[in-house]
């Protein structure tokens, strides 16, 4: 198995959900970060999902600057891999370990490589020859409409089928865009919320992260490549 961890935007908490679906896969997982760019200014995505997770990690690409892959490779003008080399790595990796979770840079579209290629690329490639999960992670804000529309449409337009949306940060109090956006993001979409982790996960230590995880998803989880599925109250408990 093969899941797809996107997100809406940046800072959405693609790096905490990709912890979480690790940490609920159980044995045999890897996760992949194809480009990390912003090196020595912020903690790797790749190291915080270790921390948490406790899982193996691997980084096929790292750049300086805080700035999509293909930008920030362009200002100091290197040569970084292209997608599809990213999706032969990530081919081998699913050879070896049971499930293989890529973590994407920012939003979907943003390009992984000079050549122009994105998540949503990698994405349908793989989707070619081996079973692929893609969990969409959004905010539950206002303006998170919009862009999980957006989102969740450019992944249909390669006939990838989102298996559910994440709320990646949900904050301590809910105001009124909140409250009405946990029944408003599955209407517009048609893509059930699966997961609603709280603001401020990521800073737990492993062993609180592990042990609340639970009460962040629903249903018997990632395990092997199965499916979450989500409560209402799961929200009520994310933002106690």
């Known amino acids: 198995m093969i899941i797809i961890v996107t ?34 200014t912020d903690e790797p995505d790749i190291r915080a999902v270790a921390h948490l997770a ?11 600057d805080p700035l999509a892959p293909d930008t920030a490779a362009r200002l100091r ?13 990530i081919r081998e990796l699913a050879r070896t370990y049971d499930t293989v979770i890529v973590e994407g840079s920012g939003g979907l579209l943003v390009r992984l490589d000079t050549e122009g290629a994105t998540l949503l690329d990698l994405a349908a490639d793989l989707a070619r020859d081996h079973p ?47 409250r009405c956006n946990r029944t408003e993001l599955p209407r517009v979409t048609g893509v059930p919320i699966v997961a609603a982790l709280p603001a401020g996960a990521g800073t737990l230590t492993p062993e609180n992260f592990r042990a609340q995880l639970e009460s962040w998803l629903g249903g018997s989880g990632v395990e092997r490549g199965g499916d979450f599925s989500f409560s209402a109250d799961l929200l009520d408990q994310a933002s106690q």
């Open 77 to 89: 003008g290197i040569e970084i891999p292209p997608v599809r080399a990213h999706s032969a790595r």
């Open 132 to 178: 692929v999960q893609v969990y969409v992670v959004t905010r539950i804000g206002l303006g998170t409409l919009n862009h999980t529309e957006l989102t969740v449409n450019a992944l249909r337009s390669r006939s990838l089928e989102p298996a559910g949306l994440v709320l990646g940060a949900v904050p301590a109090e809910l105001g009124l865009a909140e």
């Open 54 to 64: 406790g899982c193996e990690v691997t980084e096929l690409t790292s750049l300086e």
């Open 7 to 40: 997100g809406t935007d940046t800072g959405v908490g693609k790096t905490v959900t990709t912890a979480a679906l690790a940490v609920r896969s159980g044995p045999g997982t890897v996760v992949v970060k194809p480009a990390q760019t912003g090196i020595g």
